[in-house]
């Protein structure tokens, strides 16, 4: 007997998202789809049967629950679990059993599951109900509090960054004890390292006459008094003395109360980098000089952000003195042959010879970085910088005063905090970075194949009928090795140009032809074929036959599509394909559809079975012109028997157009955005 469960109004105001479901077939998943959403829940249900669904489904999207059916050969219970605590920390797991007997009890506990739920009847289902809901909120709460604490971690990180690249001496105290020491402390004290200091008592570390003075001083910051004032006193250690003007600040680490203790920097003023004036003569010379053979030779303007509020906050001097220990940090880090002036109040400006553009890019964001991070301190004040930069390839025929002028014009617009605070200027730049961004994504898409970090997503296309909408539009995804994302039109371009096309068409459509033999359910999957497959037509026609052979799904789940202008370009080639995929079950699809003016009369040439029209006729549905050519061609289409698809649709209104025009399907973000899994609509069916 299931008693009845009583849900908390916050449960079903904030529990939505998507369920993964792992059974042997996909009628569980629908089951529990209709029940959830006649319930008033907005989720939807995605269905795998095995463990490669399961991994494919964890790595590319984020499900907020599974539920898995008891006694699975394709995907035990334990190797579930372990996949979703290797892949997913955190997914609450639900085992599905008809009685949820005891022994299913145990069996879920015991490999981590949350709790076991049935579909038998509807008392078991409302049980399912509250246990999914419960489950779904919690695990919201949990992502929540998970990205909060990443949140304070990269603070805490980033603060211990700072007091570890920090040019003046900073140490921390907990509880009286050093917590955290940085090299200039260690060095202040005579120390190789800061590990000789790291977990004594701070006073140890002071004068034995001014313990006392300096222990009442830590208890009062403590409680509140005297934080941010400066103390003089006497640090010793290993017999080693430094009388100094400290800082004291009260802090907090890992919630507890702590003191952070800085010694401002007193040291005299670095050596500046040259005056403005003759700085700008130093660079024009090193602009001439020859670059070693091989090597790309380039000049960096490098902008200090909000320099006017630096000297506003800090006053001229010590300004300047912050831009002069910028330049000193630069110089740690060039070569010999590289060259550094000052180029204006705010700006320096390099001439540096590497390798190739992306050394030189390379150096240009270290360098950022570098500045970024560190604390630069004058005798009266610390300041921390961000810098912007900008990158000129010199090829040796450039006009300096040219050349500096549209690089001083190009940094002194690059805001503050941008996103790409390192712009590249030049024709002969723009010719180097589209080699090596090409060369660059044709070896990760390589790699990917390598690897498996090819992914599918899936874009439904929506039926305008009224009958469920089980047509999904394949597209591709790629996985760097950080597990991020990047969109066909990203790499797609590049792979063509090195000739990859043909081996991408075959890895997708061999995915698919297994995604379709495995789920036997009622799903059509559109692929995309290249113009080098079509060109190159009867081997892929072989290859696919032998595919085919080896894979039992429904005729006419597999649709090929082409674009127009690629069949019009090998028009007998996709007469041949066309005939042979009928012959095998298989529908083809012409796409980017009617731009051509004999576009109609290619349908009486190409027996195809859907037609996806040129997304110029989403874009100017508005043009009369336009929509009365449409209407002509989907005419044409109907009398032929061909399916019709409108893409790119993102307004409803147009949407309601294309139904009035008698056009069968649509599909854009504007119907829905692509996923990682087939998620199927089921609305119509939960009645």
Same mark, same amino acid.
């Given at each position: ?12 105001? #904030? ?12 009628? %569980? ?11 008033? $829940?907005?989720?939807?249900? %995605? ?93 919201? $709460? ?51 390292? #800061? ?53 004291? #600040? ?21 050596? &500046? %980098? ?58 740690? $880090?060039?070569?010999? !042959? ?5 180029? &204006? ?37 610390? &300041? ?17 005063? !040219? ?18 605070? /390192? ?36 874009? /439904? ?25 990047? $969109? ?21 459509? &061999?995915? /698919? ?130 399916? !019709? ?43």
């Amino acid at each position: 007997m299931v008693g009845l469960v009583v849900m908390p109004t916050e449960l079903i105001q #904030t529990a939505s998202g998507v369920l993964l479901v792992l059974s042997a077939v996909e009628d %569980a998943a629908l089951r529990i789809e209709r029940y959830l959403r006649n319930q008033g $829940h907005p989720m939807r249900t %995605a269905w795998i049967c095995d463990l490669e669904d399961l991994e494919d489904a964890l790595r590319g999207s984020l499900p907020d629950i599974l539920l898995c059916e008891r006694g699975l050969k394709a995907a035990p219970l334990e190797k579930v679990a372990g996949l979703c605590r290797d892949l997913l920390p955190g997914l609450p797991i639900l085992l599905i059993d008809p009685e949820r007997t005891s022994d299913a009890l145990s069996e879920a506990f015991a490999a981590g599951a949350q709790d076991v739920v049935s579909i038998k009847d509807p008392p078991h289902l409302r049980h399912l109900e509250g246990v999914v809901l419960r489950e779904v909120v919690t695990y919201n $709460h949990l992502r929540d509090l998970q990205r909060t604490r990443a949140r304070l971690e990269e603070f805490e990180s980033r603060d211990r960054r700072l007091t570890q690249s920090a040019t003046v001496p900073i140490v921390r105290i907990q509880e009286g004890i050093v917590t955290e020491a940085n090299p200039p402390f260690a060095a202040l004290l005579a120390q190789e390292d #800061t590990t000789s200091l790291l977990g004594m008592p701070f006073v140890d570390l002071v004068a034995s006459e001014q313990r006392s003075r300096i222990k009442d001083r830590l208890r009062q910051i403590i409680n509140g008094k005297h934080s941010g004032e400066t103390l003089s006193l006497a640090l010793q250690a290993s017999g080693h003395t430094a009388k100094v003007t400290a800082r004291l #600040t009260l802090d907090s680490a890992d919630g507890e109360p702590g003191i952070e203790f800085v010694v401002p920097h007193q040291e005299p003023t670095t050596e &500046a %980098a040259g005056s403005a004036r003759n700085g700008r003569a130093v660079l024009v010379a090193a602009m001439g000089a020859a670059a070693a053979d091989k090597h790309l030779r380039a000049i960096i303007l490098v902008k200090l952000d909000c320099y006017g509020e630096l000297e506003r906050r800090i006053g001229f001097v010590d300004a300047e003195e912050v831009r002069n220990l910028v330049a000193a940090d630069i110089r740690e $880090h060039l070569a010999e !042959t590289d060259t550094l002036a000052i180029f &204006a109040d705010d700006e320096l400006g390099l001439v540096i010879e590497r390798p190739d553009i992306s050394g030189i890019e390379e150096f240009a964001n270290t360098m950022r970085a570098g500045i970024g991070r560190k604390i630069f301190a004058t005798p009266r004040h610390e &300041a921390q910088v961000t810098a912007s930069a900008a990158i000129y390839p010199l090829s040796n025929g450039e006009n300096p005063d !040219t050349v500096l002028q549209e690089l001083a014009q190009r940094v002194r617009t690059l805001p503050p905090g941008s996103s790409d605070p /390192v712009a590249i200027l030049g024709a002969t730049a723009k010719e180097k970075i589209a080699e090596r961004d090409t060369r660059r994504i044709v070896t990760n898409v390589r790699k990917a194949l390598e690897d498996g970090r090819l992914k599918l997503a899936y874009q /439904v296309i929506s039926n305008l009928e009224g009958t469920t909408n089980d047509r999904f539009d394949i597209l591709l995804r790629m996985l760097d090795e950080a597990g991020h994302e990047t $969109h066909a039109a990203e790499f797609l371009p590049q792979a063509r140009q090195a000739g990859m096309m043909r081996t991408i068409d075959r890895w997708v459509v &061999a995915r /698919v032809v297994k995604l379709l033999a495995k789920r036997k359910g009622g799903e059509i999957l559109f692929t995309k074929l290249s113009e080098d497959s079509i060109a190159d037509v009867e081997p892929f026609i072989q290859w696919l036959g032998s595919q085919l052979e080896a894979a039992a799904f429904k005729p006419h789940s597999l649709v090929l599509e082409a674009q127009e202008a690629t069949v019009l370009m090998h028009l007998r080639k996709a007469r041949n394909l066309c005939e042979a995929l009928h012959n095998a079950g298989v529908d083809f699809a012409i796409e980017q559809f009617g731009i051509d003016p004999g576009a109609a009369k290619l349908l009486d040439y190409l027996p195809v079975q859907y037609v996806k029209f040129h997304p110029d006729y989403t874009r100017e549905f508005a043009n009369t012109a336009r929509q009365r050519r449409l209407k002509e061609l989907l005419s044409a289409a109907r009398t032929r028997n061909a399916r !019709t698809i409108i893409s790119y649709v993102e307004d409803p209104s147009v949407m309601a157009g294309m139904w009035q025009l008698g056009a069968n399907f649509v599909q854009g973000f504007g119907v829905r955005t692509p996923e990682s899994m087939i998620v199927r609509d089921t609305l119509e069916k939960a009645r």
